[in-house]
């Protein structure tokens, strides 16, 4: 039976996909402004910024899958900040929020971003820990986990840091993330600025949540509920086929250990 703490660190794309209920509701309901826009383009373009220049640094080393691992990656954006990735994404959540005209509302999103991506930490942290006892001990004590330092701090060892991932596998990585923010800016422009279908979409919407008896927001809010259900449905199913070939591969490994000996 799965704890509270791992259901939640399988399912954080789904609480993800929750924040683009007020993103959207938003970008509709609320008006346009340039400095909204100014802002948000700034925080969507670092964002997938910070992720490239942090996937070339760890490339394919997953730092909690790897048990045999040695060395500890805390060199480049890791020696400012243990979870850049993540800061990457949060700059992407704030910049959408931004955009969409939401303003102080733009905290509450960004806090609950920063609260799934917490729990999700805690459990990564707690492999670290195991895996790297000391060494990673002392590191958190010299790179804040998501606050970064102005200063590189020094490596926790004397071991020589893993070659940097080469650019084209880096922006083949992330070729999905940096396509998937400029679609993401083009349309929160286009609506906000009440591009060609815009308003047709909009009294559609409206209709449809009339006969719902809810506001516009309300049902946007629904849809994106209903999307977030099935993304963890998926994950579910999942998850579970992921476990059966497990157990099925670990059987068949065991009939073969007795039929040797």
Known sequence: MASARELLFRHRGTLLILTAAPIAA??????????????GL?????????RIVSVRRIGKRARVANPGAAHLLCEGPYAHARNPLYLGNLSIAAGACAMSGLRLW????????LLVYQL???SEEETLGQLFGERYALYKQRVPRWFPRITA????????APPL???????????PCVLGVT??????????????GVGFAASWLDRLALHLSLPRWGFVTAIVAVAALGEGFVTFHRRRRHEKRKAWWAALQKEQQEAAS
Not at 42 to 50: E, N, Q
Not at 165 to 175: F, S
Not at 183 to 196: E, H, Q, S, V
């Open 26 to 39: 938003a970008s509709l309901e609320l008006p346009f402004g340039w400095p909204d826009a100014a802002a």
């Open 42 to 50: 700034a925080l969507l373009a670092l964002g997938p910024l910070i």
């Open 106 to 113: 733009s905290l509450a999103v960004v806090a609950f971003v």
């Open 120 to 122: 999700v930490v805690l």
């Open 153 to 160: 701090a020094e490596p926790v060892d004397s071991l020589e």
């Open 165 to 175: 991932w080469p650019w084209a596998e880096v922006l083949k990585r992330e070729a």
């Open 183 to 196: 679609a993401l800016a083009g349309a929160l422009i286009y609506i906000k600025m009440a591009g060609p």
